[in-house]
């Protein structure tokens, strides 16, 4: 079984060849950080724009890297949501059509269940485990029981932490992307120069507030003047991922207990998306996995980002068990993957 995988949910152009035995043949990814560098942030016309005149090359490479032919091909799997709208579709009518020509069957998936399944491609994790999804667009602690089987435990209940650590990195002018350099400018800062708040302390459950904590961040800036030296923008950074940090493992832990209660003698924790390679972030979970008996298992940095190797997996998982999906399918800007 070979899925062709698509991602193109905001701004990664992806595509990857991955088979029902874990093997990555192809894996493209054609990062659009140059086009929205000069805004400061993701500009959906450009993205959808980039997206289509990138996305007919990339396919033609899979198969050239791989050595693999169109009539080796399974199915075909694409980003149909969440995401920007216009990127989605570019995506989307690709897969289609490709389906459509060549009697293939079309998967449909849910970014945030690529995400949540990366780990059973680069580690073979078994069901049940839980999931911190922590990215640029999305945060949330999940219950993964099976394929389309999630409970959701926890989540943002504003803004997602990577976009918190852009749009404070974007106060700093650390530059583009935001949320590395703001983790970059923070290993020679002083974490405790800067008190910040911790939104949601001491409240019982498993939910994120980060809106709160990036107007205090904005506040904080204001008080060292129009032109703060490398040293303020280096603490203001630390300061911010510390109380980052504290509030994502916080929640976890809380989260491990509650997984616990639901099914006793689970021990698999996995943490994906974007945020999972900031250091600080990954160091404070692996404190937590072992004070609480859990393993953490961490998908590879490239593989924590977008990308379509996780979508062809998705696609081979759903394939698998006859989960595909009518040509008549609409991308969705928005897909919760659980209630």
Request: hydrophobic share 45%; glycine share 10%.
């Amino acid at each position: 079984m070979l899925v062709l995988g698509i991602e193109t949910s905001c701004d990664e152009t992806a595509v990857a060849l991955v088979d029902e035995i874990r093997v990555i043949h192809a894996d493209l990814v054609l990062s659009q950080d140059d086009a929205h560098r000069a805004f400061g942030g993701v500009v959906p016309e450009i993205a959808a724009r980039s997206h289509l005149d990138s996305l007919d090359r990339l396919v033609r490479g899979v198969f050239t890297e791989s050595g693999k032919q169109f009539e080796d091909l399974s199915g075909v799997a694409a980003t149909s949501g969440p995401g920007l709208i216009g990127g989605l579709m570019v995506g989307v009518m690709l897969a289609k059509a490709l389906c459509a020509a060549r009697g293939l069957p079309y998967i449909a998936v849910n970014h945030l269940e690529a995400h949540a399944l990366t780990a059973r491609l680069t580690h073979a994790v078994a069901f049940p485990y839980l999931l911190l999804l922590v990215s640029g667009g999305h945060t949330q602690l999940l219950l993964v029981e099976d394929v389309g089987s999630y409970k959701r435990l926890g989540g943002t209940m504003d803004d997602a932490a990577g976009e918190a650590f852009d749009k404070v990195a974007k106060m700093l002018d650390l530059g583009f992307p935001g949320g590395p350099a703001l983790s970059r400018a923070a290993t020679t800062g002083d974490p405790e120069r800067f008190v910040f708040p911790s939104p949601l302390a001491g409240r019982a459950g498993c939910d994120f507030s980060f809106s709160g904590l990036k107007t205090a961040a904005r506040l904080v800036i204001e008080t060292l003047g129009s032109d703060p030296t490398a040293a303020d923008k280096n603490d203001v950074a630390a300061s911010f991922q510390a109380v980052m940090a504290r509030i994502v493992v916080d929640a976890t832990r809380r989260a491990q207990r509650q997984a616990r209660a639901l099914h006793a003698g689970l021990s698999t924790f996995v943490v994906a998306g974007g945020v999972a390679a900031n250091s600080l972030i990954r160091d404070r979970l692996e404190t937590a996995c072992r004070d609480n008996g859990f393993t953490l298992i961490a998908p590879p940095p490239r593989l924590c980002t977008d990308n379509a190797a996780m979508v062809a997996w998705t696609g081979v998982e759903r394939l698998q068990r006859g989960l595909v999906d009518g040509l008549d399918f609409a991308p969705r800007p928005r897909w919760p993957l659980a209630a």
